[in-house]
């Protein structure tokens, strides 16, 4: 496969509190490639916002990388000057956020808005020219009468209207990579699926990359290429979106399926939670993250991180069970022969 578009290895970031360090994102490893859509999923707590924020520089204190790399194109992200930062937000990655109506300025026009993402990266183009591409850009992301509709104020578009005029500035100068940070949380089921809907077809057209950041694994199987499954900060579960769908090696991954609905079961079947409280992240495990509210949970889970195991073409898990299934297929073997 060629390079990789975009490579993040070791992340960590920690948020600096008067009660103490919280490792927010604690040494995570993955990279995507242009035209390919990758699932980040995790319940709230996890880390997912985090580490986009961490891509696109927008940490805020008491947050910091405290540790890993990020290149993108092959240049170290976190190396940037501030204006190279600024050109790189919008102009190669973007990111679109969970509100729409906080993000999007009450007193200025849609059209203003995203005439001045265009103009920030392309102070060549006249004011004339950046209307047309606005124009262009509603009628892409599917806003009916986008002549007029250029002209209107946040409170005068619907929910789903609002992110789908995110959808349009972020995506006004062609980015490689694209965030989504929960796009679709606030908006009801049938938009929902139109946003879905729509994200699936501008990436078509444009082959950019995309990070879908959720907490809905039916988003997921609906968009994605492959998934990450993090939790407390890290990496559970690597994979292709039907590896951990229909064939999950992580016990996390495994509670995250067994508490979703399934709608194509004929009988109604009981949903099982994840048994125990999501982890302290002032006071983190000293071992697996998840071992304490694991089922399959043994000494050395709680003593030490378990290693990211591949279970199989690329499928990776972290997980002490693989290790130990690996060390008695081995041992086996060494008997037969």
């Known amino acids: 496969m060629s390079d990789a578009l975009l ?12 009660a103490g360090e919280v490792k927010a994102v604690d040494g995570i490893s ?14 709230s707590g996890s880390g997912k916002s985090v580490e986009a924020y961490s891509i696109m520089g ?37 990111m679109i956020f969970q509100n729409p109506m906080t993000c999007l300025n009450p007193v200025y026009t849609i059209g203003d808005q995203l005439m001045e993402a265009l103009r920030c990266h392309d ?6 020219e950046a209307k047309k591409r606005a124009i262009e850009m509603l009628e892409l992301v599917g806003i009916n009468n986008a002549d007029k509709r250029v002209d209107q104020y946040p409170h005068e578009f619907s929910g789903g209207m609002r ?12 980015p490689k990579l694209l965030i989504a940070d929960e796009p679709t949380t606030a908006l009801d089921v049938t938009i929902q699926a139109q946003i879905l809907e729509l994200m699936k077809d501008l990436q078509k057209q444009t082959g950019m990359a995309i990070i879908f950041i959720t907490h809905n694994l039916g988003v997921v199987a609906e968009i994605c290429d492959k998934v990450t499954v993090m939790y407390a900060g890290h990496i559970m579960e690597q994979g292709k979106v039907d590896d951990i769908f229909y064939n999950p090696a992580h016990p996390y991954t495994k509670g995250l399926l067994r508490s ?12 099982i939670p994840i048994e125990g409280t999501p982890v302290d992240l002032l006071d983190p495990p000293k071992g697996c993250s998840f071992g304490p509210r694991c089922e399959h949970c043994m000494k050395i889970c709680l003593n030490n991180q378990p290693p990211m195991v591949d279970v199989g073409d ?21 008997e037969k022969a």
């Open 163 to 174: 992110q789908r005029a995110m959808i349009a500035m972020a995506m006004i100068c062609h």
């Open 260 to 271: 979703m609905p399934n709608l194509a079961e004929e009988e109604r079947t009981r949903l």
């Open 314 to 334: 690329g499928h990776l898990s972290a997980c002490w069970l693989h290790v130990k299934a690996m060390k008695e297929q081995k041992a086996g073997k060494e």
């Open 58 to 94: 927008l940490l805020q204190n008491p947050g910091k990388v405290v540790g890993g790399e990020i290149t993108f194109e092959g240049e170290d992200v976190l190396a940037y000057t501030e204006e190279q930062r600024r050109d790189f937000r919008g102009q190669r990655a973007a």
């Open 30 to 43: 993955y990279e995507i490639h242009e035209n390919e859509v990758m699932g980040v999923v995790g319940e």
């Open 123 to 128: 102070k060549s183009i006249s004011r004339a």
């Open 7 to 18: 490579k993040v290895k070791d992340l960590k970031v920690s948020f600096f509190t008067p």
